[in-house]
């Protein structure tokens, strides 16, 4: 997909609230799941991706306020899909509009989404252009171990849609930040960065 190229004064910023997590007994049965909470702030929006499981509030509220930006302050709240570990604190953005886009829509400057099934039927990613681009995969790629092992999401509805989903994530993306893991490079093969944390 083509997307106008921007100055660099006008890529989104991206950070990460809070990565995701996930335990898993002996046999692989997922004992807890919490989401990534990511940031972005392009130069006409505040855009929060998904919000995280319950009882997180005050932990997502704290490291918005690190980087000076209050719940009133954002505009737009995404969901990669409706797991209640990705939007049980979407009342904190009492004054944000949720947005559910459809595949390609341009939601601000420099930041679109992607339909990416699998997971869920309802499962999309974010993509922020800039120097480097972010895909916030969701579920769609909850893990840095389901990147380097190439197996698709443990628990999905529809495997072939998520091998395709992960498969095209990988293929335009420099760094994932993955629903249950912290971000990695897609060129390295490891964890990295955000560029606004380097």
């Given at each position: 997909?083509?997307?106008?190229?921007?100055?660099?004064?006008?890529?989104?910023?991206?950070f990460?609230?809070?990565p995701?997590?996930?335990?898993?007994?002996?046999?692989?049965?997922?004992?807890?799941?919490?989401?990534?909470?990511?940031?972005?702030?392009?130069?006409?929006?505040?855009?929060?991706?998904?919000?995280?499981?319950?009882?997180?509030?005050?932990?997502?509220?704290?490291?918005?306020?690190?980087?000076?930006?209050?719940?009133?302050d954002?505009?737009?709240?995404?969901?990669?899909?409706?797991h209640?570990?990705?939007?049980?604190n979407n009342?904190?953005?009492?004054?944000?509009?949720?947005?559910?886009?459809?595949?390609?829509?341009?939601i601000?400057?420099?930041?679109?989404?992607?339909?990416?099934?699998?997971?869920?039927m309802?499962?999309?990613?974010?993509?922020?252009?800039?120097?480097?681009?972010?895909v916030?995969?969701?579920?769609?790629?909850?893990?840095?171990?389901?990147?380097?092992?190439?197996?698709?999401?443990?628990?999905?509805?529809?495997?072939?849609?998520?091998?395709?989903?992960?498969?095209?994530?990988?293929?335009?993306?420099?760094?994932?930040?993955?629903?249950?893991?912290l971000?990695?490079?897609?060129?390295?093969?490891?964890f990295?960065?955000?560029?606004?944390?380097?």
């Amino acid at each position: 997909m083509q997307r106008e190229i921007m100055h660099c004064e006008s890529f989104p910023k991206v950070f990460l609230l809070k990565p995701g997590s996930i335990v898993r007994d002996g046999s692989g049965r997922i004992l807890d799941a919490r989401s990534s909470v990511t940031l972005i702030m392009s130069k006409e929006e505040t855009i929060v991706v998904d919000t995280g499981l319950a009882g997180e509030g005050r932990r997502i509220l704290d490291a918005l306020n690190r980087i000076g930006i209050r719940p009133e302050d954002v505009d737009i709240v995404i969901n990669t899909h409706t797991h209640s570990d990705h939007c049980d604190n979407n009342h904190l953005f009492c004054r944000a509009q949720i947005l559910t886009p459809a595949d390609g829509e341009l939601i601000a400057q420099g930041v679109w989404a992607m339909r990416t099934p699998g997971h869920s039927m309802d499962s999309i990613s974010i993509v922020a252009e800039g120097p480097k681009r972010i895909v916030i995969a969701g579920d769609a790629l909850p893990t840095f171990g389901n990147f380097i092992k190439n197996i698709p999401p443990f628990l999905h509805v529809n495997r072939e849609l998520a091998v395709s989903s992960m498969a095209k994530i990988i293929s335009i993306a420099d760094i994932v930040i993955p629903g249950h893991d912290l971000p990695f490079s897609v060129r390295e093969r490891s964890f990295t960065k955000l560029p606004e944390d380097e």
